[in-house]
């Protein structure tokens, strides 16, 4: 909704653009970076400004939220709780809240609520291991966003190694998601408070019903702390998982932990609700007021709302964990339409560089030469056949043993996952706070560090390196206004030092869905310049401008490699200040003048994500009103650029896409990965692996074998012709699973598999000789 009378046109030097809503406690505010990154401003009411009372609430709010930021929650941008009218400044997420779909659409069943469960899980994991907590998990504070849910809104939390603040005659929370503890003695509130309100939630999302609703607040309160839950219309599977959540004691409660191990082992689709077993209570009849939520507190910082909520659509060859997979070629995998697709449907909502959510690079794989085939089928776990997967030829450096290292940055309250390149016994990595950093292949010991000051964008990682040259991304401090937003830094890859650094521009997400604004192909770095008008080429060591060439008029553009080939794919500008990405068009770029091939049109929207045989490969994502459900399209574009071919996918895949050995593969959430053949679109194979959210693939060198990979630092190997599941590994690393639109993390050197995991954490093993799991 647009701004009032009265309101302020600028909050901590954020301009306003809209009244995202308003509450009891404060109003939230959609204002932009000066880079023009959206955030959600929270402004506290004036007459709460003076209770001190309030002051120490919010300073606990804005140190609970920061101290969590960036795995499943909005980050913190920026904020001031000493100002005159206290304020906190966080990323702007888009979607409905769960409270907004269970009111739309009603409750959640199948893969969905499977994925929200662990999802939320997760989120809660992460929240009790930074040492928070929340104390108002309730369905207004979580976001449904196109990466999974977000918790948001950590107005009453607490870290759990302080004291709780006194909140004399004031019982705060939500009764219908309450623990009994915390309606009885609050003071006393620990993690397992928000296990009990994590299961009333999902049987919420469940069954459009609190396990506890009455006809009053005070009713529910009384149910909260002395009635059993009523479980009657959760499913079966899930209800089992739940129950003992809503013990009324806590020690008889699981951890977040041990709850995530029990959601992993449902099945991939829960099924139908449960018989009328216990039966709704005869006092909840009609009146639905009092288990939705009333959402009159403050909205959170970083929610949105538009129309844009989980689809109930999921691929229909999702298997259960630990059910074995099809045989390869046994699934039906009918030939996608030829040509070019009619009725391309919306998709720039995805797109924008401003949406953290989808901020992540998608994967684009350069093909390399021929892969050993795999034999026969392996054993599943190191120490059976599946371990010497290594060709002959395969090496490792002088003296290498594993390792494992954490490279710090130059912002300690932000760890990122880095990625990184090998060059003989140099392994560059960056990302984050990390402009770049050179390790030793051997054995993981730094040489040199260059950090960046300030607040790293989602997704933007290393940008490449040649022989002499490594180029990566810096933040600017948020103190320093003078300094660009983000600049692309050269390295010099012996000394470490600053070779040159040049403003980079930000428009990659809204053209192409990828966050990559810089390219290095061969000795040439490919940039965009910062007023998003044109491409400008350097010599990677010198820095010497090769050429600049400006944007066809009224477009967009965004570098898109290809191999050892460059293109430009360019968006009008109509449609990317409508978010709306109908018409993009790819042109073959001339490396050694800059000059822009004939524009070629694709179905829009389109995300590239490697090549295949000298053809660009793009994937389609498919809209369901604003909301991205997946991919069920493919195409190629000619070496030519002069000729587009579109195949229809079998069905919908959602996950995150990458290409290896000229097949495209998306990877799910839950960690299915597909196999699916970019010249026809046909699925070639599935695999449901124990790894979820894992990025990739990462063909291995020669051993015919592909590494996915998660933020936790979890691998699992696949044979590439079938998808035979070689070896898997266990987390290193505490970092979110199920996290969509990932790059891979994986860099392999002959037979040394490196990976990148959260929280800077690199580490290294020989493929041959895998980490036993278990």
Same mark, same amino acid.
Request: charged residues 20%; proline residues 9%.
């Given at each position: ?25 404060? @109003? ?39 101290? !969590? ?6 980050? !913190? ?12 400044? @966080? ?150 998982? !739940? ?54 507190? @403050? ?166 390196? @040649? ?134 049109? !694709? ?172």
């Amino acid at each position: 909704m647009s701004l009032r009378g009265g309101d302020p046109e600028e909050i901590g030097g954020y301009p306003l653009e809209a009244r995202l809503g308003s509450g009891g406690m404060g @109003t939230v505010f959609l204002a932009r970076t000066a880079s023009g990154r959206p955030v959600a401003i929270k402004l506290i009411h004036q007459q709460f400004a003076g209770d001190e009372e309030f002051r120490i609430r919010f300073r606990q709010e804005v140190a609970a939220a920061r101290r !969590v930021s960036g795995a499943f929650t909005a980050a !913190v941008i920026d904020a001031d709780p000493e100002a005159e009218h206290p304020w906190m400044a @966080t990323t702007f997420i888009e979607g409905h809240t769960l409270a907004q779909h269970i009111a739309k659409k009603g409750p959640i069943g199948g893969v969905e609520l499977r994925r929200l469960a662990i999802g939320l899980t997760e989120a809660l994991r992460d929240i009790h291991r930074a040492g928070v907590v929340h104390r108002d998990l309730k369905p207004s504070n979580v976001v449904l966003s196109p990466e999974g849910p977000r918790v948001i809104d950590f107005g009453i939390s607490r870290a759990a190694d302080q004291q709780t603040l006194t909140m004399t005659g004031r019982v705060i929370g939500t009764p219908p998601f309450m623990s009994p503890e915390q309606l009885q003695t609050p003071r006393g509130v620990g993690p397992r408070s928000d296990v009990f309100s994590l299961a009333t939630l999902l049987v919420y999302a469940a069954t459009g019903q609190g396990p506890f609703d009455a006809d009053s607040p005070y009713m529910t309160a009384y149910q909260v702390v002395h009635e059993a839950p009523s479980l009657g219309a959760v499913p079966v599977e899930l209800r089992r998982v !739940v129950e003992p959540c809503l013990a009324k004691d806590p020690e008889d409660r699981p951890s977040a932990d041990e709850l995530l191990v029990r959601l992993r082992d449902l099945p991939a689709d829960l099924g139908s609700p449960a018989g009328p077993a216990d039966g709704p209570r005869s006092m909840r009849e009609t009146d639905t007021q009092h288990h939705l939520p009333t959402d009159d507190d @403050t909205p959170a910082p970083g929610a949105a709302s538009p129309d844009h909520v989980p689809s109930d659509h999921a691929p229909s060859d999702h298997m259960p964990p630990g059910h074995a997979s099809p045989p390869a070629g046994a699934s039906p995998s009918a030939p996608g339409d030829s040509g070019h697709g009619t009725g391309a449907v919306v998709g720039g909502r995805l797109r924008r560089r401003w949406r953290p959510v989808l901020a992540a690079a998608v994967a684009v794989a350069a093909i390399g030469g021929g892969v050993a085939v795999m034999g026969a089928d392996r054993s599943d776990g190191p120490g059976g056949k599946g371990d010497d997967i290594a060709a002959a030829g395969a090496r490792l450096p002088g003296g290498f043993e594993p390792w494992r290292k954490a490279v710090p940055g130059g912002r300690a309250d932000i760890p990122d996952e880095l990625r990184c390149v090998a060059r003989g016994d140099a392994l560059f990595c960056g990302g984050g706070g990390v402009v770049a950093a050179r390790l030793r292949l051997s054995d993981g010991s730094r040489v040199w560090t260059e950090n960046s000051p300030g607040v790293p964008v989602q997704g933007m990682h290393l940008v490449g390196a @040649t022989d002499d040259t490594v180029l990566g991304y810096r933040f600017a401090a948020e103190d320093d206004p003078g300094s660009p937003q983000t600049e692309v830094v050269a390295i010099d890859a012996d000394k470490g030092e600053e070779l040159w650094s040049v403003p980079s521009g930000a428009q990659s997400t809204a053209v192409t869905g990828r966050t990559e604004d810089a390219v290095v192909i061969g000795s040439t770095v490919v940039t965009v310049d910062a007023s998003n008008t044109r491409f400008e080429a350097r010599r990677a060591h010198s820095g010497k401008v090769a050429w600049k060439e400006p944007f066809p008029s009224g477009t967009r553009c965004a570098p898109v490699p290809a191999g050892t080939r460059l293109y430009a794919m360019c968006a009008p500008q109509a449609e990317l200040s409508a978010g709306e990405v109908r018409h993009p068009v790819l042109r073959v770029v001339d490396l050694a003048s800059g000059n822009l091939g004939r524009a070629v049109a !694709v179905k829009g929207p389109a995300v590239p994500v490697g090549a295949a045989g000298g053809d660009l490969v793009l994937l389609h994502p498919r809209q369901e009103g604003p909301e991205m459900v997946g991919y069920d399209g493919v195409s190629r574009v000619g070496r030519a650029a002069h000729e587009v071919t579109y195949s229809r996918l079998p069905n919908t895949y959602d996950g995150t896409p990458g290409m290896a050995d000229g097949t495209v593969f998306v990877s799910g959430r839950t960690g299915l990965v597909t196999a699916l053949d970019p010249a026809t679109g046909r699925k070639k194979w599935s695999r449901q692996t124990s790894v979820e959210g894992v990025s990739g693939p990462v063909a291995g060198d020669g051993d015919g074998a592909l590494y996915f990979s998660s933020a936790s630092g979890r691998v699992v190997a696949l044979s590439s012709r079938k998808g035979e599941h070689l070896w898997s590994t266990d987390p290193r690393a505490d970092g979110l699973a199920g996290e969509v639109n990932a790059s891979p993390r994986v860099t392999v050197k002959g037979s040394v598999v490196v990976v990148a995991a959260a929280k800077n954490t690199v580490f290294a093993f020989d493929a041959t000789k895998p980490p036993k799991s278990g």
